[in-house]
């Protein structure tokens, strides 16, 4: 039998727009301080889109990034996906736009919505398309501008979210090397613990929504966390087992950036040591979908993870959705 197609990491890109906001700014702009922001949540700072950036440029950055780490241009790609919940627009998909940018001719571009795991089930997506042989190069991105949608005088979510973007590009290969798992799931039961009540086709925009801030993150802040701390816990459980690994087998775990204190729980529950969990949400906050990338990238450029590095991402976020993956660098 032919040895099976593996989709396997063959560059990465970031991006990070330069504007930092911190702690101590936010004192200054809603009723809280760096002391109770960083002691509920690890945040420090975070960066904010300025003026003349967005999505798309955040993403068309990292996706330059990400095709210069692999050796390769725009004319090498065979597919974009850009996981994103801030898109340039309803329509058409944040991922045309980068695909223009690129001057990626004719190839197929689409945007995937699943909030803080969307980077992972990009990654799922596109290691489908190139183990069944339909494309050998996938672009695969995940790009916010999450702060245009926060509402500053509510100070339980403005000190949360931050903007950046991250990319890696997916190339075939027949040795042990790529994806190894991906586990999705969703819960659409949970759909009001974190969303954006207006501007969609069950509320559109009027007036009225813009006047009630319904076109700002809401999010239910306890739901939230205790969804988080048990989804955290099961992926590691999930992706280990299916795996057959322990945690000694584990070079780095990469989870979405949420709160520092749901990543320590997780670590103990299983005895990863806090030096295996890749954490730089002190420095971004959450920033959903380029989460996982930001860290992971950061992680790999500091030479905590290397060729034969077996990598474990984990997610969950809004929607609600929940995934983990297994890799082999």
């Not at 501008?145 to 339980?156: C, G, I, K, Q």
């Not at 954006?196 to 700002?216: C, F």
């Not at 990863?272 to 906050?285: L, Q």
């Amino acid at each position: 039998m032919p040895e099976r197609l593996r989709a396997a990491v063959a560059g990465m890109g970031v991006a990070i727009p330069p504007r930092v906001l911190t702690n101590a700014d936010l004192e200054k702009m809603v009723e809280t301080s760096d002391e109770w922001i960083t002691q509920r949540t690890g945040i420090k700072e975070r960066r904010i889109v300025a003026d003349g950036q967005s999505t798309a440029t955040l993403a068309t950055e990292a996706a330059r990034n990400a095709l210069a780490d692999a050796g390769m241009t725009s004319a090498d790609i065979d597919l974009i996906i850009c996981a994103t919940i801030t898109p340039e627009m309803i329509f058409p998909a944040t991922a045309c736009f980068v695909q223009q940018a690129l001057g990626a001719v004719d190839v197929p571009a689409f945007d995937l919505s699943a909030a803080c795991s969307g980077f992972i089930y990009a990654l799922s997506i596109a290691a489908q398309f190139i183990e069944a042989g339909v494309y050998r190069r996938v672009l695969v991105i995940g790009a916010e501008a999450l702060t245009r949608f926060v509402d500053y005088s509510d100070r339980a979510s403005c000190v949360l979210f931050g903007d950046g973007a991250g990319a890696a590009v997916l190339q075939a290969g027949r040795d042990d090397r790529g994806l190894l798992y991906s586990v999705l799931h969703a819960d659409g039961g949970g759909w009001d613990y974190i969303h954006i009540p207006a501007g969609g086709a069950r509320t559109p925009s009027s007036r009225a929504t813009v006047g009630a801030g319904g076109h700002y993150i809401k999010m239910r802040g306890r739901e939230v966390y205790r969804f988080a701390v048990e989804k955290m816990q099961w992926l590691l459980g999930d992706c280990l087992e299916h795996c057959n690994l322990r945690p000694e087998d584990v070079d780095l775990v990469v989870p979405h950036q949420v709160n520092v204190r749901i990543l320590r729980s997780a670590a103990e529950k299983f005895n990863f040591p806090m030096d295996k969990i890749a954490v730089n949400i002190d420095r971004y906050g959450n920033t959903a979908a380029a989460s996982i990338p930001l860290a992971w990238y950061e992680a790999r450029q500091a030479g905590r993870v290397g060729p034969g590095s077996t990598v474990m991402l984990i997610a969950f976020g809004a929607g609600l959705t929940w995934a983990g993956a297994v890799l082999k660098m």
